[in-house]
């Protein structure tokens, strides 16, 4: 009598590559969390890794295949340019934002977004330059003599005799005739009815230089996002280096604390606490049980992996084996 197959013809290729992408997720172990992009460290409460860093800041910033680090907002992605931790402040650039090379070119700009869910904040260090606006829109004027004649709509004033109008950095004739008027908004609202009446924007921060005595500003271009330091003593017992040294981060399944050692066993207190059973160890019993088993049992696990996430419209992509979006399969 003829046998028949275990499974058809036209899925055994699709259930293959299943079953090599079943077994790989799990004979790879979670890696320690990557500590720079580029030329930009990456440390708490920040990670580029998923269950890396603090919850709070989970999938904030991204890395890309070129080691180029974004910051992704529900709407919008921005290149980061720097990040300091002893501030703390993140440092974006706005692709739609007015430069010295567009001169009195005004390319059509979207206001700056900020999702107000995030433990983030636009840092009134930031100074918002804006170009040609609309006088019959915007309230323009030299901030000073406005001020003295009407003191309670002093905030609501763009002024057009600003230092940093006078002084851009790094291009001080580059605007010509255009008028330029600096305006600081009270919330992003304020931001977008700006750029809708005016040609277009930038903002300029002030970074301090020196030391001691001797610190001093400086005016360049970038936006400052200001961010909330969280850290709690869980997380610190994990980073002490007689416990181990440790990076604070999360499980990505349960989102409770781990605490992720060099060793892979990574554990809910802190590395050199034995006690508590390691993630990894369990991906090790489980791997060591596949490879047990027969191929045909293998492609059956896969199949069903794959059935149960389709149910679960599961949408996070594969991290172990697959490592970009482009070629993943769930």
Not at 83 to 94: F, Q
Not at 184 to 190: G, L, N, Q, T
Not at 232 to 242: A, E, F, H, I, K
């Amino acid at each position: 009598m003829k046998k028949m197959p275990l499974v058809s013809n036209s899925l055994s290729p699709v259930l293959l590559i299943m079953s090599q992408i079943f077994l790989t997720s799990f004979l790879c172990v979670k890696a320690t969390c990557r500590t720079s992009c580029g030329n930009i460290p990456i440390h708490y409460p920040f990670g580029i890794d998923d269950g890396c860093g603090s919850l709070y800041y989970r999938n904030l910033l991204y890395c890309t295949n070129s080691d180029k680090l974004e910051l992704r907002t529900t709407t919008r992605t921005y290149p980061v340019s720097a990040i300091s931790y002893s501030d703390p402040y993140i440092l974006i650039s706005d692709p739609d934002m007015w430069t010295c090379q567009d001169g009195q070119n005004f390319r059509p700009t979207r206001p700056f977004v900020l999702d107000p869910e995030t433990h983030l904040s636009v840092s009134p260090l930031n100074d918002f330059l804006f170009f040609n606006c609309s006088e019959q829109n915007v309230m323009i004027a030299p901030k000073p003599v406005f001020c003295g004649r009407f003191p309670d709509r002093c905030d609501a004033s763009c002024d057009s005799a600003s230092y940093l109008c006078t002084h851009l950095p790094g291009c001080e004739t580059a605007l010509g005739e255009s008028s330029c008027c600096s305006y600081s908004p009270k919330a992003m609202d304020s931001l977008r009815m700006m750029v809708k009446y005016c040609g277009s924007y930038t903002s300029v921060y002030w970074r301090s230089v020196g030391d001691g005595d001797n610190k001093d500003q400086i005016a360049e271009y970038g936006i400052r996002i200001d961010f909330d330091f969280l850290v709690t003593t869980t997380c610190l017992g994990c980073q002490d280096v007689l416990k181990g040294g440790g990076s604070c981060g999360f499980d990505v399944e349960t989102l409770q604390f781990l605490c992720i050692c060099g060793d892979n066993n990574n554990v809910t207190t802190y590395c050199q606490d034995q006690s508590i059973s390691s993630v990894s160890h369990k991906h090790r019993i489980i791997a060591g049980t596949v490879s047990a088993v027969s191929a045909a049992g293998a492609l059956g696990i896969a199949a069903t992996i794959l059935f149960m996430k389709k149910l679960k419209k599961a949408n996070a992509p594969v991290t172990c084996g697959v490592q970009t979006n482009d070629n993943r399969l769930f």
